[in-house]
């Protein structure tokens, strides 16, 4: 039987220490990273949020839940909602309609930097099976952590001249990392020294405790703002069973990466000596990393979880073997009878990644527009037909041919500009995500983009310019995986299918937060008439507050 899950959640800043250094995060019931929530397929869930925050709306997104019949629920401010007020409280509903592991996280300015997420796993309902088998499982949701504030961070990334925020001071294994010391100091000739813990600090690892010769689930999620991670259990081989809360033909590696906005099940088997405890690690990938590797320990029981490994910590691969990144990628297949894409395409979008500048402010574009967000949400203007909330002209379907991928852009103004791509109800869309060289000579950087609203199937991958042939002899329309969020590599391109099925309006971005920020975003909106029953509570700003406030009065 389907259940209605209910929460109450207060948002608000605490003092934290998610590293061993006191800041301020972003947290839920007190709790950082916010409370995990369990439910079955077939579920409702039920959040009633209230901001507590004093000064600035929040908002909260469920990442790779498709909301069909609830888009207002889909949490991103300027596209499906107001922010939320300060002292106001929304009430988001929705239904969990697929087993998986997914997250949920802050989608307002930079408040996913700030500590805002926590995980969100769908179990299968109480009559259905799991297609694989295992003994128990663990949850392990990954970040990245400044010691600047995301405020400062934001006003970074605003300013002229442009500043980076940089590569982060942590990484976090459920919010837990350490910046001061070292769980390995032992093995590493760098000067930190061994963290003495108690086990109760706030920065003490989650140990993982298991039995020998059992298999586990790993449920890894990456909420990360910036960082690529690579995760390595050490001495235990993973087999890949799950990604994004889609089925994939089960495979086995050594370590695997795993892009911010990812998700994935690994299933591990405790076969190793049993006297030992074991490492799990996550290291920086696809930026020169200035970041400790994050740790935690896998414990075998009866032995003591403080128990340091005898070897030391996974080696991940070099940050920038991006062949290493596109082997594993290449691995990921749908679980046989999985459903199979369309074999044509309606409409097709070859959508450019270029870093390039405004007025002298740095930003990121996507043929040659930076997004900037409306102050009316899209879905409540779209939905009631209201003039003059965006730019009634689309951004363009494609880029000059001309273009050279592998220079920085000739003229690199780009202009500002929030307009929607229209999709015809049921139409087949094909997106090829085209990389480019960033403002500097001889720099491409790796771009996870993640699409609201929908699954869709990874046609394939290549390096260099897109073209007709790449899609006609590479694609695979076989038994192409199912995802939520992609990776496009360096000077490379990735291509992905989805059908337009699902009324409402729906962001697709670069998951990097400060990215998406600065511009990095498109936004589709899907027969929009057909939506039923929006809150007027989502769309109390902007130009819908004005009309509901002009119908109160008449
Ligand atoms: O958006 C970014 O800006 C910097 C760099 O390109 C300019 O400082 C960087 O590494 C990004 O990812």
Not at 51 to 61: A, F, Q, R, W, Y
Not at 88 to 96: G, L, S
Not at 115 to 143: C, M, Q, R, T, W
Not at 506 to 534: Q, R, S, T, Y
């Amino acid at each position: 039987m389907a259940k209605t899950r209910q929460f109450k959640w207060r948002v608000e800043y605490m003092h934290w220490s998610p590293d061993g250094v006191e800041g301020v995060v972003m947290a839920i019931n007190g709790k950082f990273p916010g409370p995990t929530i369990r439910a079955r397929t077939g579920d409702t869930i039920s959040v009633e949020l209230t901001n507590k925050l004093l000064t600035e709306g929040v908002v909260i997104h469920w990442h790779g839940i498709p909301q069909r019949g609830t888009p207002w629920a889909d949490g991103t401010a300027s596209i499906s909602q107001c922010p939320i007020n300060p002292g106001e409280t929304f009430v988001y509903t929705f239904i969990v309609d697929k087993a998986g592991t997914y997250f949920y996280h802050g989608h307002y300015g930079m408040q996913r930097s700030a500590g805002l997420y926590g995980s969100l796993i769908v179990e299968v309902a109480k009559d259905e099976k799991e297609p694989f088998h295992y003994d128990g499982e663990f949850n392990l949701l990954l970040s990245d952590w400044w010691h600047k504030s995301s405020q400062d961070q934001q006003i970074d990334l605003s300013s002229k001249p442009f500043r980076w925020i940089g590569e982060p001071q942590s990484l976090l294994m459920n919010g837990r990392g350490q910046f001061n010391c070292s769980l390995a100091a032992q093995f590493s000739k760098s000067s930190v020294p061994q963290c003495k813990l108690r086990g109760d600090e706030q920065y003490a690892p989650q140990i993982i405790h298991v039995h020998p010769n059992k298999t586990y689930r790993l449920r890894v999620a990456s909420s990360t703002a910036l960082s690529s991670l690579n995760l390595a259990i050490g001495g235990h081989k993973m087999v890949v069973v799950e990604a994004d809360g889609n089925y994939i033909q089960p495979f086995s590696v050594e370590n695997m990466d795993i892009y911010s906005g990812e998700s994935y099940s690994i299933l591990f088997t405790t076969d190793q000596n049993p006297s030992n405890n074991y490492w799990i690690s996550v290291n920086v990938r696809a930026r020169e990393p200035k970041t400790s590797q994050g740790l935690t320990i896998l414990n075998y029981i009866p032995n003591f979880g403080s128990k340091i490994p005898i070897s030391p910590p996974p080696l991940p691969p070099l940050w920038n073997d991006y062949n290493y990144s596109k082997v594993f990628y290449k691995k990921i297949f749908g679980l046989i009878g999985s459903p199979k894409p369309p074999t044509q395409y309606n409409r097709r979008f070859l959508l450019l990644n270029t870093q390039n500048r405004i007025e002298g402010y740095t930003r990121w574009a996507i043929n040659n527009i930076s997004l900037v967000f409306p102050t009316t949400p899209y879905l409540g203007s779209i939905k009631y037909g209201i003039n003059n909330a965006f730019d009634t002209k689309s951004p363009p379907d494609t880029f000059s041919k001309d273009y050279d991928i592998m220079k920085p852009p000739p003229n690199p103004n780009s202009t500002y500009g929030n307009g929607v791509y229209m999709l015809k109800f049921n139409t087949t869309i094909d997106i090829i995500l085209q990389n480019a060289n960033a403002l500097a000579e001889n720099v491409s950087e790796i771009h996870p983009w993640h699409l609201h609203g929908h699954n869709f199937w990874v046609l394939g991958y290549g390096d260099g310019d897109f073209t007709t042939e790449d899609a006609e002899t590479t694609f695979n329309l076989n038994n192409p995986p199912l995802k939520n969020t992609i990776v496009v590599f360096p000077y490379g391109w990735t291509a992905l299918r989805f059908v337009a099925n699902n009324p409402g309006v729906w962001a697709f971005h670069c998951h990097i937060e400060p990215h998406l920020h600065i511009g990095m975003g498109v936004v589709f909106a899907e027969d929009v008439h057909l939506v039923k029953n929006i809150p007027n509570e989502a769309l109390t700003c902007g130009l819908t507050g004005k009309m509901f406030a002009k119908d109160k009065h008449k």
